[in-house]
């Protein structure tokens, strides 16, 4: 029996217009799906959530919260590409992790997350692409057990990056096509033993 693809997530750091790490998202779905994955977008912005805290979350849970974590739950892979805010995480991001990794109706906090694998990279319009924040991203999502692939792309000189949104230098339009082959095929090679193949969600 031929085996469902494993179900792509893919997110960005950042929801402005124009936003290049949105660019660089793009690029990198549009490379997973020529490769025959099946791949969901979410705007983070669009969940709408406040700032984590503890307070609001003992009053009520948020609903996107739970939609979030659903959503999360149905996908075998992230791919997120993510701006670096003061050498670590945009609060975007982070705050999307934060609120997403409580625990819901006796469901564990990081279930949604644990044995899942990911995929990350970083634009700026600094020198160094955002790397450093690449080293935090890894770091909070190995904490939520997910498995980080070891290639990563730090995009510098972002904004000058792209010609009609595709990745102007060619060395580096490789070297994402390189990370996003390695990061279909190690879904792919996991195929049953990830812990989140579910069925699918909507995503408006
Ligand atoms: C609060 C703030 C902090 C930033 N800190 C860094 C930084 O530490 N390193 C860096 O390379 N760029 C930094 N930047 C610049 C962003 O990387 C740049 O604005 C990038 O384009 C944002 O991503 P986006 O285009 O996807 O929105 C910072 C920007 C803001 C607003």
Redesign the pocket.
Known sequence: MPQAEAAILAF?????R???????LEVAIGNAIALGAEVSVIDLRDLELPIYDQDLEAEAMPQNVLVFRQILAAHDGFLI????????L?PLLKNALDWSSRPTSGIDGIDPYRGKIASIM????????????LGHLRGVLSKMGVLVLPEELAL?M??TAFEREKLREESVHRALERQIAQFVGALRLTGDHLCGAGSAVAIS
């Open positions: 960005a750091g950042s929801s402005r124009g936003s290049l790490n949105q660019k660089l590409a993510s701006p670096e805010y003061n050498g670590s945009a970083s634009a700026s319009m600094g020198p160094f692409g955002g790397l450093r924040s510098p972002a904004h």
